[in-house]
Each structure stands twice: as C-alpha cells, then as structure tokens.
C-alpha cells in the first residue's frame, strides 16, 4: 500500500515537469518567420523585448475592451436603450481595436527596422501570408455564424431553445 500511494506521488510531482514545456516569450509561428530570418543575437534580443512591451501593451488594452464589451451589454439590457450612451460606447470600443492594431503595426515597424534588406523582404512576405490567413480564418468564422444564425429574430437560437 505504502509504494502505490509512493508511486503515485512521485508520478503527480513528476508527470507535469515532464510534460511541461519551456515557457516561450514568442509565439510558435513567429518562431518559423525567425527562423528564416537568421537574426543576430542582438536582434532576436530586441525582438523578445518588442514583444514583451508590445504583449504588455496590448493586455491593458484587452482588459479596457472586455470592460467596455461587457458596459455595452449593460447598457443594452437595460429598459430604457439610451441612444447616445451607446453610441459613445460603441465608438470607444472603436477607438480601443484600433489601438490594438497600431500596436501590432508598431511592433512590426520596430522588428522590420532592425532588419536588413534580405531580412525585410521575407518579414514583409510572412506579414503577406499572415494577413491572408486571417482574412482565410475571419471568413470561416462569418460562414459559421451564417450557418447557426436564427432566420428571424423571434425564432430562439439553438442555445436558447428548451
């Protein structure tokens, strides 16, 4: 009894060091764009530490968004829809997803003007190629919520249905 309860303690401590992986500061497919690069020591150090400002940026920012998102759900539920409210929340909302993407465009800039010439050239093809995969992602999402989306609102969506 005593090296079964053992074992199992030495797997619970042991199995998720085993399994875990190395915290990375840069996203798995960004490391195959680096990689390519052939970045120097020098610039694959300031490009972790664009990131990093850049992710702690864009947290704040988030957080500002969800709290907006969910303000805008209140103001929606309420009896009385006061017009300008919402219309003021919408447009900070607005305002906030447009920051995010100036963020993403300034890290950008920042990792492309570290770069040389031969650099830039596939960093700009990558950015190409993220864009049309977004594009490709965004247009998957549009068609599956065209596909649950009620044909009227007053037909209930699935969730909603008892």
């Known amino acids: 009894m005593k090296q079964i309860i053992l074992v199992l303690l030495l797997a619970a ?3 998720p060091t085993a399994y875990s992986q190395p ?4 996203e798995p497919r960004h490391q195959r764009v680096i990689a390519k690069l052939n970045l120097t020591d020098t610039q694959h150090d300031q490009f ?14 988030r957080a500002k968004l969800e ?5 805008i759900k209140h103001l929606m539920d309420s009896e009385n829809i006061d017009r ?24 950008w800039a920042d990792c492309n003007k570290l770069l040389n010439a031969d650099q ?3 960093w700009k093809k990558a950015l190409a190629m993220n864009q049309m995969q977004k594009m ?4 998957e ?5 065209m596909r649950i989306a009620p044909l009227s609102p007053d037909i209930p969506m699935k969730e909603d249905r008892q």
């Open 23 to 26: 915290a990375q500061s840069i």
């Open 136 to 139: 490709m992602r965004q247009r």
């Open 67 to 71: 709290s907006a998102r969910l303000e």
């Open 141 to 145: 999402i549009r068609r599956e919520r």
């Open 84 to 107: 300008a409210s919402v219309e003021k929340k919408i447009t900070e909302i607005s305002s906030i997803e447009a920051s995010l993407k100036i963020n993403r465009f300034n890290a």
């Open 13 to 15: 401590v042991l199995l």
């Open 48 to 61: 972790k530490k664009i990131h990093y400002e850049t992710a702690k940026k864009n947290i704040d920012t």
């Open 120 to 122: 830039q050239k596939i």
